[in-house]
């Protein structure tokens, strides 16, 4: 293995060695479902892999898509399918009555496209992103499109960066952190721009 690699990278490194591309789908799927799961991490690792030559970027990057778009998935069905459960259970827990979830659903139906495809850039988000959308009853086709496009944008950003930068990996990670920030940024930006034209309608 190449040396003075980050130390998340060196920790990662022996699941990937024994479980390959499972562990890429398998920790990306339960991260973007809800799951405590380094799933982003992993994402880079394994793009840092191939760079090296120990993996195939293009495997990587099929399989981190696959995983997300089931992860997701499933998220979604939990929202859907036990709404009713999670506002009565777990609502008061994180400000989410009933008129709140109306509202949200209102929101899905007109902009959430937007929010499916740019959650995915958004820590936290990420990983409540197919549960929000299916408490909203949001189209399940709408929403397999959509998310299926953000999880491409998301997995062939990361993936490009790992891979391309795998000799260079620690200097670029002094950036990840400004990265992040100018990306979501760019997102909250975009949102506020379209709900101050609305408001001005």
Do not use: C
Not at 3 to 12: C, K, R, S, W, Y
Not at 23 to 32: C, M, N
């Amino acid at each position: 293995m190449h040396q003075n690699l980050p130390a998340f990278i060196e920790t990662l490194s022996p699941i990937i060695n024994q479980y390959g591309y499972l562990a890429i789908g398998g920790l990306i799927t339960l991260e973007d479902f809800g799951i405590p799961a380094p799933g982003e991490t992993v994402l880079i690792t394994a793009a840092v892999f191939a760079g090296l030559g120990h993996l195939n970027i293009f495997i990587v990057i099929i399989t981190a898509i696959i995983g997300a778009v089931i992860g997701d998935n499933i998220g979604f069905s939990i929202g859907y399918f036990g709404e009713q459960a999670i506002i009565e259970k777990y609502g008061r827990y994180i400000f989410l009555t009933k008129e709140r979830l109306e509202k949200l659903k209102t929101i899905f139906n007109k902009k959430g496209y937007l929010i499916v495809i740019f959650a995915r850039f958004i820590e936290g988000l990420r990983q409540a992103n197919g549960i929000i959308a299916g408490l909203s009853e949001m189209s399940w086709q709408r929403f397999l499109l959509y998310n299926t496009i953000g999880a491409t944008l998301w997995v062939t950003l990361w993936a490009s960066i790992g891979y391309f930068s795998a000799n260079y990996i620690n200097s670029l990670l002094k950036y990840q952190t400004y990265l992040t920030i100018i990306v979501t940024i760019l997102i909250l930006a975009l949102i506020g721009y379209k709900l101050l034209k609305k408001y001005k309608r």
